[in-house]
């Protein structure tokens, strides 16, 4: 992705700040805040994402990030663009789509079973006197925590769902320490 965001002249601030905003700032993950942690943490965690995204963009450019990267390869002919091949048609193209689809869907399954089990995990390992002791994990601080520690370690959206769940029903982070 980084590749072809260079071969379009997208700048270092561009795909700095797409890199990192990307994960986080995903609409289904927004929409999964709002109906796990309400409206006022998840605008919370917009806002401080948002930031730290176009932080980390200003920096990239005031750095100079284009200067640490490699050169580009250069592809076949010479040329530094890709061609694509044209649309062919629904019914040349609907197989290799539906082939694409079921691969991708693969990668995914064990994406959500490990995050089903991280959630079951929570659930039954951590009571919700445990967690409403841990000053990040309640209170005002559990979203942007949860923004800085998300950034570091990414994960898709469908292994948060489950271990978000999970922790709203073991009391971090919950609706009511926002009112």
Do not use: C, H
């Not at 260079?6 to 929409?31: C, E, K, N, S």
């Not at 200003?58 to 694509?84: C, D, H, I, N, Y």
């Not at 694409?100 to 399954?109: I, W």
């Amino acid at each position: 992705m980084l590749v072809a965001f260079r071969q379009a002249g997208v700048t270092a601030a561009g795909y700095a700040a797409f890199v990192v905003a990307a994960p986080v700032l995903d609409p289904i993950l927004f929409g999964a805040l709002l109906i796990i942690v309400g409206w006022k943490a998840a605008l919370l965690y917009l806002g401080v994402t948002f930031a730290a995204a176009l932080g980390l963009a200003l920096v990239a450019e005031k750095v100079g990030l284009e200067r640490f990267m490699k050169p580009l390869p250069t592809l076949a002919g010479g040329s530094q663009t890709a061609e694509t091949d044209a649309w062919q048609g629904w019914g040349s193209e609907w197989r290799p789509a539906l082939q694409a689809s079921g691969r991708l869907l693969r990668t995914m399954v064990p994406l959500l079973v490990v995050g089903v089990g991280i959630g079951l995990a929570i659930t039954a390992l951590l009571p919700a006197e445990t967690a409403a002791r841990v000053p990040i994990l309640a209170g005002d601080a559990a979203i942007p925590a949860a923004a800085a520690v998300g950034t570091l370690f990414y994960v898709n959206t469908e292994i948060f769902i489950p271990i978000a769940d999970a922790l709203r029903s073991a009391g971090s982070g919950s609706e009511q320490s926002l009112r």
